[in-house]
């Protein structure tokens, strides 16, 4: 047996990521059972996305990347999707490069996946270039996510905002309700329905009786990071009753690492739009 060693940084409101991603993995084990997956957390504080705590929480990157490095994971996945879409085009590249010069400085050089580079990485592995979406955000934080997948090249052709401003208020929504939330969707010209564009809303337990129903591939922000962490690990993605994204039929290559710091220019952040309000990640 094999021990993949996962770790995993998380806002510290986040009550999905540490319950969504090994479940899936647990249920592979299921079907691999030479296959085994640990799982090591380190958080950084932040209960609302406001460009305050954002600030405050990206701050700690370093801290919580070194803590993660101690374990010396074989790979480690950020999960904090709007925040770094809301950083501007193309800023989970700078968010990763980040994470790993990090872990390098402690002596570990895995791969790093975000949630946010890992829903486009997914939707490219699929052959998705128009999509419809369902997020927890209130509407202007939709249209960030929006305007960022749209930036990469995939047209949004619908979204629905169920506009839940808490964070631990999103963690306790219901699955099950996504099952006729899509039904508001218009998913006509879609090639992809993202049913939770939002690793702290919950949606495994509705991906694959939605996308039976909707006949396209259903993905969410969950199962596209473990899509890739299991793509960096070098593992075929496959996790049952996940959507045809985790079926073990649809691949794609291992990312580039990037270089080191001192070889690359950094990207600029930008603050958040004022007047934005507060949202779950």
């Given at each position: 047996m094999r021990d993949y060693h996962v770790g995993m940084i998380v806002p510290s409101s986040n009550l999905t990521m540490e319950t969504e991603l090994p479940r899936m993995?647990?249920?592979?084990?299921?079907?691999?059972?030479?296959?085994?997956?640990?799982?090591?957390?380190?958080?950084?504080?932040?209960?609302?996305?406001?460009?305050?705590?954002?600030?405050?929480?990206?701050?700690?990157?370093?801290?919580?990347?070194?803590?993660?490095?101690?374990?010396?994971?074989?790979?480690?996945?950020?999960?904090?999707?709007?925040?770094?879409?809301?950083?501007?085009?193309?800023?989970h590249c700078t968010a990763e490069a980040d994470i790993a010069d990090a872990l390098h400085s402690e002596g570990v050089d895995v791969p790093v996946v975000s949630s946010a580079g890992a829903l486009l990485r997914a939707l490219e592995a699929l052959g998705a270039k128009r999509v419809a979406m369902v997020t927890p955000y209130m509407k202007p934080l939709t249209k960030l996510v929006a305007d960022y997948i749209e930036g990469a090249g995939i047209e949004v052709v619908d979204t629905l905002s169920l506009e839940v401003s808490d964070n631990l208020e999103v963690a306790r929504l219901d699955p099950a309700d996504l099952r006729e939330h899509w039904r508001k969707v218009d998913t006509s010209r879609a090639d992809a329905l993202v049913l939770s564009a939002c690793v702290q809303m919950p949606s495994l337990a509705s991906i694959q009786p939605v996308e039976d129903e909707a006949g396209l591939p259903v993905l969410s922000a969950a199962t596209a990071t473990v899509f890739t962490v299991l793509t960096e690990l070098g593992l075929r993605p496959e996790v049952p009753g996940a959507g045809r994204l985790l079926s073990g039929e649809v691949t794609m290559a291992p990312a580039p690492r990037p270089a080191p710091r001192s070889e690359r220019s950094v990207a600029g952040t930008r603050d958040l739009p004022e007047g934005l309000p507060a949202m779950a990640e």
């Open positions: 993995l647990r249920s592979r084990e299921e079907v691999i059972p030479d296959e085994r997956f640990v799982f090591h957390s380190s958080r950084m504080r932040m209960k609302h996305v406001t460009p305050e705590e954002l600030k405050a929480m990206n701050a700690q990157t370093e801290r919580a990347s070194q803590e993660l490095a101690d374990a010396r994971p074989d790979v480690v996945a950020s999960a904090c999707l709007v925040a770094i879409m809301a950083q501007g085009l193309d800023y």
